[in-house]
C-alpha cells in the first residue's frame, strides 16, 4: 500500500504565476517517518511548492496526495493531520504561551482534559514550563521557535511541515531544535518536510530533494548523493592569498591551461571540481607557482553537500 | 464550528483588552471629541459682546437695545457715539458685533424704510453668525409687537441678514448626535478592517489557513469582535451623550440599541471589504479614512442631503452612515419610533446584508 508507505506524493505538480513558472512538474514521494529535506535557493520554488501542498495554494497542474488524501480535493482532512510551522514563528505577540496554546489547541478542535494534556505536552517539549504566563514578544528567539513547533504538534499530526525553520536562530539552539525533530520522529513516527537551505542541517535529513529553477535536480540520500550528484572529484587547496588565487585560476581556467569544471572559494580554501584529479593538481600547482602563490599541498576530498549542489545545478 | 468560531472570538477579545491603541480610541477619543465639540457649539455663542452706535436715541432705540441684552447671545458691552469708532473695537476682537441705528428710525417708520445696520467680525464666522442671528430675532420681535400696536403692513425694520435663527442648544444637539454616529462608524470600521489585516502582516494568517477552520468561521470569528466592541463603545458615548452633555433620550433605548446594531454590521461588513484589499494595516488605515471622508460627504453631516445633486443624493442612499444618522436624531430628539423610521432601519439591514455579502465573497476569494 503506497498510502502507508508514503506521507507525500506528488505528481506533475506544477505552478504559474501569469507566464512565470514558479514550480515546473514536480515529483517526488516522501517516507513515512523520515525527515525530508528540500533544498534550493531563493526563488527556486521550495516555498511555492510546499504552500501547494499546505493547502495555501492552487496547483496549475498536477496533483498533490497528503497521507492519502488528494489536497485538491479534501483539504480539510489533510489540514486535521499537519501542522505546520512557518520561517517567522508565527505566534500571538500579544497573548502569552499559554493563551497562544490554548487557542491553536482549540482550534484544531481540542479541548477538556485532553486539551490539558497535549499543552503540558508541547511546554515540555520545548522547555517552556515556568514561562507560561510570558508574552510572546518576550521570547527569545530559540524559545519562540521551539514555541511554534509546540502549537504545530498539538493535535498530534502525523506530518510536520517546516519552513526554514531555524532561520536566524543560534547555532546552539538549533542543535537542540534539532534533537528535538529526531525525537519526534523517532518515539512519535512522525513525518517531517523541513525547507532549508543550511548545508548542515540538510546533511541531516534522511532524504533530500534539490529544486533549482521550479524542478527537482536531484533526490536521494544525503550519502546517495554525493556519490551519484558529484560529476569528478573535489580538490580542496589552502593557498595563503585566496583572492588573488581565485584570480589566476580562474584565468587559467578560461585560457584552457587548467581543466577544471568549477572553481569556487570556501572561505581561506579554494574548491575545485576535476574529472582528472592528478592533471588537475599539476597544472593548478603551476599557476600558483608562476603568480607567486605560496599554498599547502593540495587535497583530494569527499564533496560537501554544497560541492554537490553546486554541481548539480551548474 | 461555533467552538471554533467562539474561540477566535475569545482571542480576538483578549488582543482587543491589550491593545492600548484601540482602548484610547473607543474609551478616551470619544469622551474628549464630544467635550471639545460641545464646548465649540454651545459655549462660544453664550454672551458674545457687540457695540452699539445709537444715532437715534429714541424709546424704540432703547428697547432694541433691552432686546439684545435679553438674548442669550448678545451682550451689549459698550454705546459708541459714531460709526467711525466702531473699527478699534471689532479690530481687537474686544467685540464680535457692531450695530448701528441710524438717526430718524422712528421717524422712518412712517415711510416704511428704516434701516439698522449690522457690522460683524468676519473672521469668527461661526460666532458672528450666531450673532446676527441672535439680533435680527431681537429686532423682529419688537418689529412684530410694533406692527401688531400699529397695524402697519410693510416690512417694519429692515436689517440685513442671511442666517435664520436657531435656539442654540438645536444646533449642538444637531452636532453632537452626529458626533456620537461617526464615534461608532469609526470604531466598527477599524476595528473590523485591522482585524484580519494584522494577521496577514504578522504572518498569523497563514497558521490559520493552515488549520482545519473554515474560511466562514475565521471571516465570522472576525466579525463578531468588531461587532462587540463598538456596540459596548455605543452604550458608553450614549450614556456621555445623554449623561454628560444632558443630549435627550425621547425615544426608545431598545429601539435605538437594536438599529444601531444593525449599523455596526453595515459597517463591520465594509470594514471586512477592506482588510480583503488591504496588504498592510497603514493600508487599510488609508482605506478607512477615504472612506470617512466619502460618508461624511454624503451623510448629512457637513452638507444636508437634500442639497446635493440629484445622483449624489441616490448614491447617499448607499452609505448606511446617512441612514442612522436619520435614526438617531429622530430617536433620541424626536421619540420618532419604528412607524416614521421604517424606511431607514429598511434600508439598514439591506445594507448590511450586502455589505456582509460582499465582504464575505470578497474575502473567501482573497483567502484561498
Known sequence: MTEDTFAIQTEKLSKRFGHFVAVNSVTFNVRRGTIFGFLGPNGAGKTTTMRMLLGLLRPSGGKAKILGYDVAHQPRAVKKRIGYMSQRFSLYDDLTVEENLLFFGRTYGLRGARLRERIQYALRMADLIGREQTPGRELAGGFRQRMALGAAILHDPELIFLDEPTAGVDPVSRRSFWELLYQLVNDEGVTIFVTTHYMDEAEQCQELAFIHGGQIVAQGSPADLKVTLMRGVVIELTPDDPPEAMRLLKEASAAGALRVDDIALYGAQIHLVAQDAAQAQQQLAEVLTTGGVQFDPPDVIRPSLEDVFLSAIR | ?368
Open chain 2, 1 to 368: 464550528m461555533l467552538f471554533r468560531i467562539g474561540n477566535l472570538v475569545q482571542k480576538e477579545l483578549w488582543q482587543l483588552t491589550r491593545d492600548v491603541t484601540i482602548l484610547i480610541m473607543i474609551l478616551i477619543g470619544p469622551v474628549l471629541q464630544l467635550t471639545l465639540i460641545a464646548r465649540a457649539t454651545t459655549q462660544g455663542f453664550h454672551y458674545q459682546p457687540i457695540v452699539v452706535v445709537d444715532q437715534d436715541h429714541s424709546a424704540l432705540s432703547r428697547r432694541i437695545v433691552d432686546a439684545f441684552n435679553n438674548t442669550e447671545e448678545l451682550r451689549v458691552v459698550a454705546f459708541l457715539d459714531s460709526p467711525d469708532q466702531i473699527d478699534p473695537w471689532l479690530d481687537r476682537t474686544q467685540a464680535v458685533m457692531a450695530v448701528t441705528i441710524p438717526a430718524g428710525l422712528e421717524a422712518e417708520l412712517a415711510r416704511g424704510t428704516p434701516q439698522i445696520q449690522l457690522l460683524v467680525d468676519g473672521t469668527k464666522s461661526a460666532g458672528a453668525s450666531y450673532a446676527i442671528g441672535a439680533a435680527t430675532g431681537a429686532i423682529n420681535s419688537i418689529a412684530a409687537g410694533q406692527r401688531a400696536a400699529t397695524g402697519g403692513e410693510l416690512p417694519f425694520l429692515n436689517v440685513r441678514t442671511q442666517v435664520r435663527f436657531n435656539p442654540t442648544l438645536n444646533i449642538s444637539f444637531f452636532v453632537i448626535s452626529a458626533q456620537l454616529g461617526f464615534i461608532i462608524y469609526q470604531v466598527a470600521l477599524i476595528v473590523a478592517a485591522l482585524g484580519l489585516t494584522r494577521e496577514r502582516e504578522l504572518g498569523t494568517l497563514e497558521q490559520l489557513l493552515v488549520t482545519p477552520m473554515r474560511r466562514v468561521e475565521l471571516i465570522i470569528g472576525k466579525a463578531i469582535p468588531a461587532v462587540i466592541v463598538a456596540s459596548l463603545n455605543f452604550i458608553i458615548v450614549f450614556l456621555i451623550v445623554n449623561q454628560g452633555f444632558e443630549l435627550p433620550m425621547r425615544g426608545s433605548f431598545a429601539l435605538l440599541f437594536l438599529l444601531s446594531v444593525l449599523f455596526i454590521v453595515a459597517e463591520v461588513g465594509w470594514g471586512l471589504m477592506i482588510s480583503a484589499f488591504s496588504h498592510t494595516q497603514q493600508q487599510a488605515v488609508l482605506f478607512v479614512f477615504v472612506l470617512a471622508m466619502t460618508d461624511v460627504a454624503f451623510s448629512g453631516y457637513t452638507v444636508p442631503v437634500e442639497r446635493l445633486p440629484q445622483v449624489m443624493q441616490w448614491i447617499a442612499q448607499l452609505f448606511p452612515f446617512q441612514h442612522y444618522l436619520q435614526i438617531l436624531r429622530g430617536v433620541m430628539l424626536r421619540g420618532a419610533d419604528l412607524s416614521s423610521l421604517w424606511p431607514q432601519a429598511i434600508a439598514l439591514v439591506m445594507l448590511a446584508i450586502a455589505s456582509s455579502g460582499v465582504a464575505l465573497f470578497a474575502l473567501r476569494r482573497r483567502l484561498d
